[in-house]
């Protein structure tokens, strides 16, 4: 960050920083060569069965063709800088998805950067009125620890989000402080139950107390509960019986592009 500094071959910072500077020409250069795609998943209303809405999740393809997943590129742009360019990416990419598909209900995955960027919000606007869209059909994810590092501006955001039509729903709870203090503050309309409470539901009843609790506390404050990593018909029978609002997991569909989908 246009400063120089001297490194000892045995320095433990050498290698993670060497890393860091070869990912973040990866990603400039996949950024510039179109490199980037968005995969889907639905997420399934079990009051219908049906599909009510599909998660955008990022690919990256390296230089041979080989799909890299999130979580080895986001946390690197985060660091970079260039996840700002990937969040306006990946919103322009679902907006003209859902502009052309017209039945379909899309939820993007927002970054920490992103609570701080003062462009998104008129971003958002500006492809909204473009493209005349519902703005029900979108909504948006953060994970509880990207609310709550930044409290004051990501609340901020998203009621500026909710103000423009769009849902908010809160990620991987659980995962991080699952604080009423910090629920009951942040204006969520939707609670992802993090997928490692999900997947042992069969086998773990303190897990089955844990989700039951937290289905209950969200119906009683208005909100819907979605329930991620679903790998089997025993863990979609015990969300029933819990009365979880929706599922997504391997068990429906696995992330994929949209004609497959399709
Ligand atoms: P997330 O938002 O919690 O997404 C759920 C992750 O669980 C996805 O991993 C999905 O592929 C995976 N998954 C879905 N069903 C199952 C299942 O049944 N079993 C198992 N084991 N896994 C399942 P993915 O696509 O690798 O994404 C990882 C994380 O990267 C996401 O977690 C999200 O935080 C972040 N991410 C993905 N796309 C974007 C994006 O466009 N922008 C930003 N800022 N972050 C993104
Ligand atoms: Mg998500
Ligand atoms: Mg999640
Ligand atoms: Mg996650």
């Known amino acids: 960050r246009g400063r120089w500094h001297l490194f000892s071959p045995l ?21 510039h060569q179109d490199r980037f ?3 889907f998943q639905p997420i399934i209303d079990l009051a219908t069965g049906a599909p009510c809405h599909m998660e955008a999740l990022l690919r990256m393809r390296d230089r041979e063709g080989g799909m890299v997943f999130p979580d ?7 660091k970079t800088g260039q996840i700002q360019i990937i969040d306006h ?3 322009s990419q679902v907006i003209e998805v859902l502009a052309s598909h017209p039945g379909l209900r899309i939820a993007v995955n927002l970054s920490g950067n992103a609570m701080v960027d003062p462009t998104i919000l008129r971003e ?5 009125q473009l493209h005349s869209l519902t703005p029900e059909r979108l909504s948006f994810e953060i994970t509880e620890s990207v609310a709550i590092d930044s409290l004051t501006s990501a609340t901020r955001l998203m009621k500026s989000i909710q103000e423009l039509g769009c849902r908010f729903a809160l990620d991987d709870f659980g995962s991080g402080y699952a604080s009423y203090a ?12 993090d997928g490692a409470f999900i997947r042992d539901l069969p086998n773990n009843q303190e897990d089955r107390i844990f989700v039951k609790a937290i289905t209950d506390m ?3 404050m208005g909100k819907r509960v979605i329930a991620e990593f679903v790998e089997s018909a025993e863990i979609l029978d015990v969300l029933e019986d819990i009365g979880v609002d929706c599922a997504q997991g391997y068990f429906f569909a696995r992330p994929a592009p949209l004609q497959d989908l399709e």
Do not use: S, T
Not at 72 to 78: K, L, Q, V
Not at 124 to 128: C, S, V
Not at 182 to 193: G, H, S
């Open 218 to 220: 969200a119906h009683g």
């Open 11 to 31: 320095d433990p910072g050498r290698e993670q920083l060497n890393d860091r500077i070869l990912w973040k020409e990866e990603i400039a250069e996949a950024l």
């Open 124 to 128: 958002l606007k500006r492809l909204i």
């Open 37 to 39: 795609e968005l995969h």
């Open 72 to 78: 080895r590129f986001i946390p690197i742009a985060e």
């Open 89 to 91: 990416w990946v919103l």
């Open 182 to 193: 910090y629920l009951r503050q942040l204006p969520v309309d939707d609670i992802k139950i």
